[in-house]
């Protein structure tokens, strides 16, 4: 049976399926990320980088953050991009499940954690 809740019960569980590999857990977070229109203005950022995260030292940035679904557009820029010399295109999307975005939640903390 897929998962398929968009209740708030599913934030409590949601990292559990993470790290026990439930099957459909993939579809089921596929499925729920969306993309703001106030994410879609920072599709191309000029002159900026994103930031490097965990002291990587490949060209490929993979990094999860919590933030409110509406932040301020500067504050997020100043929190994902450096100042760079080439453009940086990305995506920013959230994903709509309760609570997982808010970062003083603990069911944000798992979440991030379990990915």
Request: aromatic fraction near 8%.
């Amino acid at each position: 049976m897929p998962i398929d809740h968009h209740g708030k019960s599913i934030a409590d569980i949601i990292y559990k399926c993470l790290e026990f590999k439930v099957p459909g857990t993939e579809v089921y977070l596929s499925s729920r990320l969306l993309q703001t229109s106030e994410f879609a203005k920072l599709e191309r950022i000029p002159k900026s980088t994103l930031k490097k995260i965990g002291g990587g030292t490949d060209d490929d940035v993979d990094f999860v953050t919590s933030f409110e679904p509406q932040p301020d557009v500067s504050k997020l820029k100043a929190k994902l991009f450096d100042e760079g010399q080439s453009e940086a295109n990305v995506k920013i999307k959230l994903w709509d499940i309760p609570y997982i975005h808010c970062p003083d939640r603990p069911e944000s903390k798992n979440f991030c954690m379990a990915l």
